[in-house]
């Protein structure tokens, strides 16, 4: 009977969780390092986020932690810390008549972005300067991430869409 009540406490402290098998690492506090998330995030505010082990299962709306792959993304040193606005196979544009971006045609409720880029800025090779960008569908296994300051973030709007295996860590909280 001993044996019995151990082996079940064990499997309910094992069924414990948040059904994410993807982000079961222990979490991590990074400090982010610039405005690109504000106001989600200040600039040098501390996050808490968990390690990803395995492979992430991307969700729309995670605000995650990347290496810089180098090129438009930068040759950071630093994570990165981005939102994911759309995932593998979805489609995503900028801007439907009312000025949002579209995933899949359909408009984006996006309350965390305080600062919007301009729609009419012409592009710049160095910069995501215009909030304006031709459909992009995200291939599979990738992420489309932003930042929740569009006028001051560089993101896939002019990087490109990142492979999955780029996120080391998800924030919490």
Known sequence: ?????VLLLLMAVAGCGDDNATETGATEQFTQGGVSMEPTVKARQVVTARTVTGMYEARRGDV???RSPGGLWGDRKVPLLKRVVAVGGETIACCDS???VTVDGKPLAEPYVAEDASLDEPPNADFCGPRRFAAVTVPADSVFLMGDSR???NDSRCAGPLPVSSVFAVMVG
């Open 1 to 5: 009977m001993r044996k019995l009540i």
């Open 64 to 66: 995650v932690l990347i």
């Open 151 to 153: 006028a001051r973030s």
């Open 98 to 100: 009312s000025g949002k």
